[in-house]
C-alpha cells in the first residue's frame, strides 16, 4: 500500500502533545509503502511520516518542497534479505538507509534515497527500552533521513552532530531523547 505524503490524517494527541505550536508541516514529495499491515496497528505512524520526514529534511538544510524519499515499513524477514544482499550481513535490523546515486539535470524533486524499517525488531526493541513503538519507529525514521541527507555516526563527532539532530527533531513532536538512560537505543 503506498500513501501521498501530502494528504492523510493528522498523528495522534498522544504523539504530538507537548510539540511546540509551529507553521503546517512541510510539503514533501515521498511514498510509504507499508508492505507489513502490523505497521497500521502503531497508531498515528503513518501519519506522523510526513511531518518528520519534512522537518528532518530542513534540519539537514535541505528542502522538503526540492527532495523526496520513500519510506518502506517492512517485515524483519524483508529487512533481512534487502541487509544480506545489499550489506552482507545475514541479519534483520531495525533500519537501513538506501542513499540514490546522484542524477544531474534531474527535472522535479531530488530523490534521496529510500529507508526501510523492519517491525518485529522495531517493535521489541521498543518493548525492551520501555518506550512507545510510535516513538521508536519515528526516531527511526529520523535517522534514516539523516543518513541518506549525509549524516553519519562513524566517528565520535559525527554521531554526536547526528544524535544531536535526531534529539531536536523529536523534540518537535514531543518525543522523548531515545538516548537518555539506555543503552540499547542503536541505529544502523
Known amino acids: 500500500m503506498t500513501h501521498d505524503l501530502t494528504k492523510g490524517d493528522q498523528p495522534p494527541a498522544s504523539v504530538t502533545e507537548g510539540a511546540a505550536e509551529s507553521e503546517p508541516p512541510p510539503r514533501l514529495c515521498a511514498d510509504v509503502l507499508i508492505e507489513d499491515?502490523?505497521?497500521?496497528?502503531?497508531?498515528?505512524?503513518s501519519a506522523l511520516i510526513p511531518s518528520l520526514a519534512g522537518n528532518t529534511l530542513l534540519a539537514a538544510g535541505l528542502s522538503p518542497d526540492t527532495h523526496a524519499l520513500s519510506i518502506a515499513l517492512l517485515s524483519d524477514a524483508e529487512v533481512h534479505a534487502l541487509n544480506k544482499a545489499f550489506r552482507g550481513k545475514d541479519a534483520a535490523t531495525n533500519v537501513l538507509s538506501f542513499p540514490s546515486a546522484p542524477v544531474r539535470n534531474q527535472p522535479g524533486p531530488v530523490f534521496l534515497g529510500d529507508v526501510a524499517l523492519a517491525y518485529e525488531?522495531?517493535?521489541?526493541?521498543?518493548?525492551?527500552?520501555?518506550?512507545?513503538?510510535?516513538?521508536?519507529?519515528?526516531?527511526?525514521?529520523?535517522?534514516?533521513?539523516?543518513?541518506?541527507a549525509g549524516f553519519d555516526h562513524g566517528t565520535g563527532d559525527e554521531a554526536e552532530r547526528m544524535?544531536?539532530?535526531?534529539?531536536?527533531?523529536?523534540?518537535?513532536?514531543?518525543?522523548?531523547?531515545?538516548?537518555?538512560?539506555?543503552?540499547?537505543?542503536?541505529a544502523h
Open 37 to 45: 499491515e502490523r505497521w497500521q496497528s502503531v497508531e498515528g505512524f
Open 121 to 148: 525488531t522495531v517493535a521489541s526493541e521498543a518493548a525492551d527500552l520501555g518506550k512507545p513503538v510510535v516513538h521508536h519507529a519515528a526516531h527511526l525514521v529520523v535517522h534514516g533521513i539523516l543518513h541518506l
Open 163 to 186: 544524535e544531536n539532530a535526531e534529539r531536536l527533531i523529536l523534540g518537535k513532536f514531543g518525543i522523548p531523547d531515545p538516548y537518555a538512560g539506555d543503552s540499547l537505543e542503536t
